[in-house]
């Protein structure tokens, strides 16, 4: 189809049109206008059909978080497809590369953490959360808790059971889903913070799942799921009061706590895992996108001692799995992906210069005209958009305003997302401080053109 020709490429938009549909995609709008087709990657940079070079500061969906050439991650995935390049984990089997990427991360986890159940997806770890509780306090006598909590528009996955989890209206419109699921408020100050520092603020929000358990009543409920930061919700850093809080809670009251990583791990909030970053003690850790550093499909679920010393000390079989937990060529990767982060420096480097760069830089924006708040942590970061700075009104209505500054940034190059009224970066932390400098000048450039 020679895609970098016109003519090639708009034979691939018409294919597409024809016979792809798109997740989370208005349909018939993709139908009469089509989208960017992306033909290949080098380094931080995506480069479309028509060869339209943009930087990627989005690290892919938050999972390309050491770019797009990695030579060794291809190597290890290509030697494993040549060694082994499938069999099963079921039945008591197992291979090589599920064995020694389960020791691996035992050693970057935090303490405590040494079991894992592999998925191919941050979904299909999440439903595998459900099961895992569900068996836990069913071994410990107490059925009867199975209320999972979690918060409006948190994203835990497209499956049945995982957008239960999640708390976003549109995906629970579509179906009933889990009925034991109850959502409480994100802690998020701009939007909900009123007349609150944001210190009080976290503590409010984090004593809403106090009162959700009183409520529910704490016999029932069994988990409390959230991200250490919550990324497709519109990267809602929480106030440095609310995970104490909620830790506080979840100990006092016997409810499991999971930390969904799916995008916080693996040193997105500059630390291996978001819930170093704020101190938190889940019992469950989700992981995906990054552990393979999106170059193959793999996600699993972190079972603490204190969950897996009783899963695996009871009779009966833990009934579920996929044919893909713990695929070879996935867990190459996912080997692969650990020694680079952790033994060639970029984890420490971006913890110690990268991700405080790209903070100062995107904080100097908060002094830009329709910037009401900058949100960042780590490799995260988002720009709360705004027409009057002092009484919050939003820049456009359900959020158009922020559409229109990513289409610019697009246009100029920069790949960012539109979350409501707030355009979210998650860049690869392979960039150099000048990149980060274009980045930033590109989004200014987008801001200027949105004000
Ligand atoms: N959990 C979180 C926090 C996510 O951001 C996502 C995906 O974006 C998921 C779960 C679902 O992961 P996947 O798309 O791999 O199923």
Redesign the pocket.
Known sequence: LQPATADGANKLHNLDRLHHLHPFTDLQQYANKGGRVVSRAEHIYIFDATDKKIMDGMSG???CNLGYSQPTIVAAITEQLQTLPYYNSFFNCSNEAAITLAAELADVMPSGFNRFFFT???????DTNIRLVHRYFDILEKPQKRIFISRKN??????IA?SSL?GMSAMHKQITGLTYVEHIEQPYWFENGGSNTPEEYGLIAARALEAKIDELGEENVAAFIA?PI???GGVIVPPTSYWPEIQRICDERDILLIS?????GFGRTGNWFGCETYGMKPDLI?F??GVSNGFQ?L?GVAVSDKVANVITTSDGEFAHGFTYSGHPAACAAGIATIALLRDSGILEHTRQHLGPYFRQRCQELSEHAIVGEVRTQGMLAAFELVKNKDSKERLGPDGSGAQFARDCAIESGLMVRAVGDSIISAPPFVCSNDEINILIDRLVAALDAAS
């Open positions: 969906l938050w999972c191919n997806s941050g979904s299909e770890a999440n948190a994203y835990h996955g497209s499956t995982a999640g991200e919550q990324g497709a969904d990583e799916v995008i916080c989700t995906a996108k499909p996600g």
